[in-house]
Nanobody, 123 residues
Framework: QVQLVESGGGTVQPGGSLRLSCVASGRSDTITSMAWFRQAPGKEREYVSVIRRGGGRIINMSMKGRFTISRDNNKNIVWLQVISLEPENTALYYC?????????????????WGKGTQVTVAS
């Protein structure tokens, strides 16, 4: 079991940036992928980015803004840098960890979740 704690959310103006952090603890040695998902009111949870332990990554290019995911395996930390945010990016952003052998953007493939950190983009 892995515990995940997100931080770094907040309110920014359009065009602003945030860096979200996710710290994993517990049996973090079993993690093969960590991911960021988001869920806005009235919408389904969707992936933002996934990063593998070896560094491979997926970024949802259909989303507005610019996203960069990175991790420090030794520290069990994953970051999501978000730049040029728009109001459409407003959502609760979740960190998730999984042990699957393949990279996945499906929420059900992730076994452990943080409680989320709120990102709000508004003037």
């Amino acid at each position: 079991q892995v515990q995940l704690v997100e931080s770094g959310g907040g309110t920014v103006q359009p065009g602003g940036s945030l860096r979200l952090s996710c710290v994993a603890s517990g049996r973090s040695d079993t993690i093969t992928s960590m991911a960021w998902f988001r869920q806005a009111p009235g919408k389904e949870r969707e992936y933002v980015s996934v990063i593998r332990r070896g560094g491979g990554r997926i970024i949802n290019m259909s989303m507005k803004g610019r996203f960069t995911i990175s991790r420090d395996n030794n520290k069990n930390i994953v970051w999501l840098q978000v730049i040029s945010l728009e109001p459409e990016n407003t959502a609760l952003y979740y960190c998730a960890a999984g042990t699957a052998s393949e990279t996945s953007v499906i929420p059900d493939d992730y076994s452990d979740w943080g409680k989320g950190t709120q990102v709000t983009v508004a003037s």
